[in-house]
């Protein structure tokens, strides 16, 4: 499974960003889907998950950011509303793919960079 992530952006804070991640490959195996977000010196860290339509956001994002999936067309998406400068990372789509044994157990994208200034 390949991701590929785009909609990243400089934004002023308090301004919103949708992020896209298409997937392509054997998007049958993906099962759960994440948003992540890293900054320099730091861990990933988990925004938010999606999984059979249920939800869950981290606490710092929660009320704010979005996360949906068009199974139509492979995607996932990242709504963000009242973007921090704090919210500033780059941004990386997450896939499960553990349902199928041959393939790796989950395929990352290569990331998008979002840019909040005050």
């Known amino acids: 499974v390949q991701l590929v992530e785009s909609g990243g952006d400089l934004v002023q804070a308090g301004g919103s960003l949708r992020l896209s991640c298409v997937a392509s490959?054997?998007?049958?195996?993906?099962?759960?889907m994440r948003w992540y977000r890293q900054t320099p010196g730091k861990g990933r860290e988990l925004v938010a998950v999606?999984?059979?339509?249920?939800?869950n956001y981290d606490d710092s994002v929660k009320g704010r950011f979005t996360i949906s999936r068009d199974y139509d067309k492979d995607t996932l998406y990242l709504q963000m509303h009242s973007l921090k400068p704090e919210d500033t990372a780059v941004y990386y789509c997450?896939?499960?793919?553990?349902?199928?044994?041959?393939?790796?157990?989950?395929?990352w994208g290569q990331g998008t960079q979002v840019t909040v200034f005050s």
């Open positions: 490959g054997d998007t049958i195996c993906i099962s759960t």
């Open positions: 999606i999984s059979t339509g249920k939800t």
């Open positions: 997450n896939a499960d793919t553990s349902v199928c044994p041959l393939l790796d157990s989950d395929s």
